[in-house]
């Protein structure tokens, strides 16, 4: 059973920190590529920050780049987003997304974790 299980979310202040995780299973994670998606109210979901297969590559929306960092740990099958410098902008269910890159390609979400950003 395929599962993608994030965590870390909350709420923080304007200026503060959060660390989310997203632990896979059921599947093959260290020949996925993972990304990190949000949706605010109101709003599309959108593209947040990825990281290859082996993790020597990532790449940011422009609006978090500088602040939020994408990383991985193929041995715990997690991938993990540290944020910093939280804007209220920033408030969304945060979603973590998987393409096990297969012959045909298998694509994996998971369920979200809410991040709110507020004094």
């Known amino acids: 059973q395929v599962q993608l299980v994030e965590s870390g979310g909350g709420l923080v202040q304007p200026g503060g920190s959060l660390r989310l995780s997203c632990e896979a299973s059921?599947?093959?994670?260290?020949?996925?590529?993972m990304t990190w998606y949000r949706q605010a109210p109101g709003k599309e979901r959108e593209f947040v920050a990825g990281?290859?297969?082996?993790?020597?590559?990532?790449n940011y929306a422009d609006s978090v780049k500088g602040r939020f960092t994408i990383s991985r740990d193929n041995a715990k099958n997690t991938v993990y987003l540290q944020m910093s410098s939280l804007k209220p902008e920033d408030t969304a269910v945060y979603y973590c997304?998987?393409?096990?890159?297969?012959?045909?390609?298998?694509?994996?979400w998971g369920q979200g974790t809410q991040v709110t950003v507020s004094s």
């Open positions: 990281i290859s297969v082996p993790g020597d590559s990532t």
């Open positions: 997304k998987a393409v096990e890159v297969t012959n045909r390609p298998n694509v994996y």
């Open positions: 059921g599947f093959t994670f260290s020949r996925s590529v």
